[in-house]
């Protein structure tokens, strides 16, 4: 609810999302009644859900339930700069899988900044030669054993496209060790063998989740607005 410009961060976001005219419907899935209303009187869709979800896709399989619908993107309330061709990008990846073989698919972007690859806060991804996820950590992965050049190291980018039937299995299964340990949900999924396919992105899409983060989207902000 912290303003950014003249909106709050939530209404920016969802406002972003709805602009880009990719979804058949943007909805606010919250336990807020606070981000209800500044939602709901802007005009916007919010659907209130339960107050006792573990994660975030819990909240979502709630409120997906009962639409008929075969895909979900989860853009996060604190990602108001996330971008149309990344959206795009992991709508295609269901679009050309035809086996329905992929559970779930994510966003993922170079670290550029040692201080990000060794902070917990930024969660890391490795994947395999196909760009399948192969582990999610708050640690630095991959270790450098050699300490010669350094390895790539990429950020998980917390944008989530779900198959709708994997998003309910999801939430009817219990939380899995490594996920319990990293605090990562992404996890449980692989931990169940399911397929996360990540999509590279280079445009700038970062989290606000401290208020040193929202002055540096305050900055990004005014250097957009003044283009």
Not at 13 to 23: D, E, I, K, R
Request: proline share 4%; hydrophobic share 40%.
């Amino acid at each position: 609810m912290k303003q950014l410009g003249n909106k709050s961060v939530i209404l920016r976001t969802y406002q972003n999302v709805v602009s880009m005219g990719l979804f058949d419907e943007v909805v606010v899935a919250t336990d807020s009644d606070i981000i209800y209303k500044e939602i709901s009187n802007n005009g916007g869709y919010a659907l209130m859900t339960r107050n006792d979800h573990q994660c975030g896709s819990d909240r979502i399989a709630e409120a997906v339930s009962d639409m008929d619908t075969d895909l979900i993107i989860n853009v996060q309330g604190d990602e108001p700069f996330v971008d149309t061709a990344s959206l795009k990008q992991l709508i295609e990846v269901f679009k050309e899988d035809s086996d329905n073989e992929i559970a779930m698919a994510s966003l993922m972007t170079p670290i550029k900044e040692f201080d990000e690859v060794k902070n917990p806060s930024v969660v890391k991804v490795i994947v395999d030669l196909n760009d399948f996820a192969l582990y999610f950590s708050r640690f630095p992965i991959p270790f450098d054993r050699e300490n010669e050049q350094a390895p790539p190291y990429f950020k998980h980018v917390g944008v989530y496209a779900f198959r709708k039937q994997a998003l309910i299995e999801f939430s009817e299964q219990e939380m899995t060790p490594l996920e319990l340990a990293e605090k990562i949900e992404c996890i449980r999924y692989l931990e169940h063998g399911k397929k996360i396919k990540m999509v590279m992105t280079k445009n700038l899409n970062f989290e606000i989740d401290t208020p040193k983060d929202l002055e540096r989207a305050k900055t990004h902000l005014n250097q957009l607005n003044s283009k």
